[in-house]
């Protein structure tokens, strides 16, 4: 009889292991060891960690995927409202883990993407993607003339991944939703400001 694969189990223990450790300090014994695992078992699913890390941050980004389908796919509310809930769905989870763990494709961007080509070139793809239903419903607000229609639907779904990033960098620093706060106030008052 054939044994289970612990590939799954181990991509799952090995993205809170990256969460706590970042890619770098994350070693395959560490990981192994969460997964409950034998090191072996790692190196027959992964070629290597960067190769385990590009599954591991696939892996997270088809959440983030899901979150954002659950906020901009929600048309009982306006394109503008669908942004911010967004946003505060996310403020909510990193509340919920004290504000301690960040975001996974913020954190890469930091930490693996100049260690990494393949990683780099991933994390391109992913906010390429990420992008994209930002882009649709920002266009949708423009042509409601919810929103200004000043910059195009992409400059301002970029402007906003890429700040919201920031704003979750700092919050892991001062450990509160102040930084988060203050980014959605600010942003929804100009940026993005109501102009219905």
């Not at 997964?35 to 072996?40: L, R």
Request: glycine fraction near 4%; include cysteine.
């Amino acid at each position: 009889m054939a044994r289970a694969s612990l590939r799954d189990q181990i991509l799952q223990a090995g993205l809170k292991v990256m969460f706590h450790k970042g890619y770098i300090g994350s070693s395959v014994r560490d990981i192994a060891a969460a997964a409950a695992a034998p090191q072996g078992s790692f190196t027959n699913h992964f070629r290597s960690k960067e190769v385990f890390a590009r599954d591991v941050l696939d892996l997270y980004f088809d959440h983030v995927k899901t979150l954002v389908a659950q906020a901009l796919g929600d048309t009982s509310l306006t394109p503008r409202q669908r942004l911010l809930r967004y946003l505060d769905i996310i403020t909510a989870r990193l509340e919920a883990d004290s504000f301690a763990r960040g975001c996974l494709i913020g954190d890469f961007s930091l930490e693996a993407a100049p260690q990494s080509e393949m990683l780099r070139e991933r994390l391109v793809a992913i906010f390429v993607e990420w992008r994209a239903p930002f882009a649709a419903c920002i266009a949708e607000a423009q042509a409601a003339g919810e929103i200004s229609d000043a910059f195009t639907p992409d400059d301002l779904a970029d402007f906003l991944l890429s700040s919201w990033e920031g704003a979750i960098l700092r919050m892991k620093v001062t450990r509160t939703a102040e930084p988060l706060e203050r980014f959605k106030q600010i942003v929804f008052a100009t940026i993005l400001k109501d102009r219905t």
